[in-house]
């Protein structure tokens, strides 16, 4: 392969590692450090590379090479993350070929494990009622935030694997929770309406992205990091707007 071919495969290679991380919910730190790590051991010299969380753009200075690489779409999959990482470490220590991280790359972006529905729609129920116990609530409403949690995350996630709209899946899954708490509570069936509600909306809240956004910042990348803050204030306030809508007319 002559220098030029495989320049292009090695800026391929280090897009799609950098594509897949920040899909996954990466912070820009450990992104920066995997990207420049392929690319170095990939032979390619002195390498630009510009990442946010909407596009990465890298150049190769040598052959002349710039190439750009639009991201649509982020969630949270640490799985990912941790085999990109293991990927460039291996390729590091010469144990993997060009060739066959750019094989394997594309593999993961298919073949990788997620947690299917129902074991995250479990996993959002016994997060909710535990986090009300951990918070001072009842044991008596342990279970209608067990419920509430769990309808609330099935509303969220069905919108936002259906329809793809960005705010709006935050917002009715706080609103369903509001409404199921309001209800359990006027039927007696729940003692604290705020409590059941505070443990039921803890699955939607953005901790993650709001993570990274404070480690973005302090380590540099203000763009990504304000951008990142950003979205987690938005998926908050619709948050809170669901809420607010229920307090105000139910």
């Not at 919910?25 to 992104?31: E, P």
């Not at 066959?100 to 016994?126: C, G, H, S, Y």
């Not at 535990?130 to 996630?157: E, H, K, N, R």
Request: aromatic letters at 10%; glycine letters at 8%.
């Amino acid at each position: 392969m002559n220098e030029m071919k495989r320049d292009e495969l090695a800026m391929e290679v280090v897009l799609t590692a950098g594509k897949l991380m920040i899909e996954s919910g990466a912070d820009m730190t450990r992104v920066d450090d995997t990207m420049y790590r392929l690319a170095k051991n990939a032979g390619i010299k002195e390498p630009r590379i510009f990442e946010t969380t909407t596009g990465i753009m890298m150049s190769a200075p040598k052959s002349k090479l710039t190439r750009i690489e639009p991201i649509n779409e982020r969630s949270i999959n640490l799985e990912v993350v941790s085999r990109v990482n293991d990927l460039s470490r291996a390729f590091q220590r010469g144990e993997l070929s060009l060739e066959e991280v750019d094989e394997r790359l594309n593999r993961m972006k298919t073949t990788t494990p997620f947690f299917v529905f129902p074991w995250q729609l479990l996993a959002a129920a016994i997060v909710s009622s535990t986090l009300l116990v951990m918070y001072g609530g009842s044991f008596l409403d342990f279970f209608p935030a067990f419920f509430a949690g769990g309808i609330g995350y099935a509303v969220y996630w069905y919108i936002n694997t259906r329809f793809k709209v960005k705010f709006v899946s935050e917002f009715l899954g706080a609103l369903v929770i509001g409404l199921f708490a309001s209800f359990v509570v006027r039927f007696h069936l729940g003692t604290s309406m705020g409590m059941i509600t505070i443990g039921a909306v803890m699955p939607l809240v953005p901790g993650v992205p709001l993570t990274n956004a404070v480690r973005d910042v302090l380590a540099g990348h203000i763009l990504s990091g304000i951008s990142r803050g950003t979205e987690a204030l938005i998926s908050a306030c619709a948050i809170g707007f669901g809420i607010a809508v229920v307090l105000r007319f139910f």
